[in-house]
Structures are given as C-alpha cells and as structure tokens.
C-alpha cells in the first residue's frame, strides 16, 4: 500500500500530463471513425496522453430491446483501423473470461465495467492478456474495497498495469455520488486513478426504460478530481450526444471537449504547483 503518485510513464501510453480516456459511449459502424476524428481535434496539443475508448457491445442496458453496439468481431475490426488511424491506445470494455484474450489482440487497455469489478474469472482472464487493465469501480462497493478488485488483475500479469476508474456510488435511486473523500483509500492501492466523470452524471433508469443524466455537471466533478490529485480523466463524448444509442445525455459534446479539458489542467497544474511548495 502506498500513498506515492503512480509513474504514468511506466505504462507505456505516449504523450506526457495525466491520462485522458475519451471517446463515444458505443460503436456505430464507422461512422464512429469520423467522431474519433473530431476528439483528435478538440485535444491537440494538449499534455495528456490519450487513449480512445468505445464500446463493441453495451452488455448491461436497462432494457431488453435496447440498442447493444456492432458486436465484437465488427467492433475489433473498427478499434483496430480507429488505432491505426489515430495513433493513440484504444480502449474497450469485456464482459466474459473468454472475450478477453481475443480482444487483448487488437486493443491496448481492456476494461471491466462496474458492474462487473468483483468478478474474479473476468480480472483474471483480463490481466492474463499483458494489456493495461482499467478497473471501474463497482457503484456498490466502498473506496477502499476496490484495492481487492485490481489486486486479482494484478495477481493475474497484470502488476504495474491496472488503472483504477472512479465513476459514482449509488445513492438511492437513479442517482449517483462522489466521495472525494475516498481518494486517500484509493490511493493506498498504489494505481493510477482515473475520474469518470460522464459515468458519475448519470441517472440510472432515469428515462424509464433507459438511463437518463445531465452531461453539465461533469465538468464540475472533472475540475475537483484535478484539484484532488487524479491521474487521469474518463469522458464520453459524441459530436451530437441525444443522437447516440446510448448514455447521450451524460456525453459532453465534443464542441465543448477542449474548453472543458483546458479547465481541468489550469486547475490541476495550479493545485499541483501548490502541492510542491
């Protein structure tokens, strides 16, 4: 256990500043290359490393009939050109042990939903693969228990290579809290930390048969997790959000990408500063 800031450099991940993990909730064919297109814009030139992140299948809908994704040998293909295209590490969640080592051949992090970060099979299937390995933590489970959950991908292949995703604590229904609080219990598990602050917005099951959120509040909890002390930052982002099959309402429009990213580090690099002296 320890309370030092992780050596990013360690992983590998180009670029320097805190990790940056953004992208569209879901794949929608390759169009999705073309959103991808648009973020490598918005984040030009600024000092973060990041990591393009979509979803090939959305596993855990609140509906039945609810839009998925492409499926995952249509979603690999697209991950793979969206690699190639861009340069950067991509991204993208599994949900069964047996996904993991097909997927862990074309992309670079694989991730575990929050949902799913007690699931011993699946942390172990996913740190076995030699990928990066980003663990979010479970809406359910106390700042402190989500060290067990990295350990098992660690324990796995995967030491040195786990990140650790806050995205929100359950508080009754169809809302979700931060504990910032927390980060100190965090911390002691010696990963990175990751703030998913478009996850953390959302209103499960706030829609009725789909969740709802309100993608305004992100930026908020995105400039505390940088005055905090975070090493790195999730957003989902979409060129036009309601359009997208899933999670629209908490994506940040990615028009609006840079404006909120150069906050956070105006806000990180001062409370860093201040840190220091």
Request: hydrophobic share 45%.
């Amino acid at each position: 256990m320890t309370d030092a800031t992780p050596d990013l450099d360690a992983l590998g991940i180009p670029g320097s500043g805190p990790l940056l993990i953004a992208g569209p909730c879901v794949l929608e064919g390759r169009k999705t290359l073309e959103y991808a297109d648009r973020i490598a814009e918005a984040v030009a030139g600024l000092p973060m490393r990041w990591i393009f992140k979509a979803s090939y299948d959305k596993a855990n809908r609140t509906a039945a009939g609810a839009e998925r994704g492409v499926g995952l040998e249509a979603g690999l293909d697209l991950l793979a050109e969206a690699r190639e295209r861009l340069g950067v590490p991509v991204l993208t969640d599994v949900h069964l042990p047996d996904q993991c080592a097909r997927v862990g051949e074309v992309v670079d992090i694989l991730q575990i939903p929050a949902f799913l970060s007690r699931q011993t099979d699946l942390l172990e299937a996913a740190g076995a693969t030699g990928c990066i390995v980003n663990v979010k933590k479970g809406q359910f489970l106390a700042p402190r228990d989500a060290a067990h959950a990295a350990a098992k991908a660690a324990a796995a292949g995967a030491a040195g290579r786990v990140l650790l995703t806050e995205r929100g604590t359950f508080f009754g229904y169809g809302r979700l809290v931060v504990d910032f609080a927390g980060f100190p219990e965090m911390r002691a598990s010696g990963c990175p930390l990751i703030m998913d602050a478009t996850h953390a917005v959302q209103q499960p099951g706030g829609l009725g048969d789909r969740s709802g959120g309100d993608w305004t509040k992100a930026p908020l909890l995105l400039r505390a997790a940088a005055a905090v002390g975070f090493d790195g930052f999730f957003v989902e982002t979409h060129p036009d959000p309601l359009s997208s099959p899933s999670d629209g309402p908490n994506m940040i429009p990615t028009a609006r990408l840079r404006g909120v990213l150069e906050s956070v580090l105006a806000i990180r690099d001062a409370c860093a500063a201040s840190r220091a002296e």
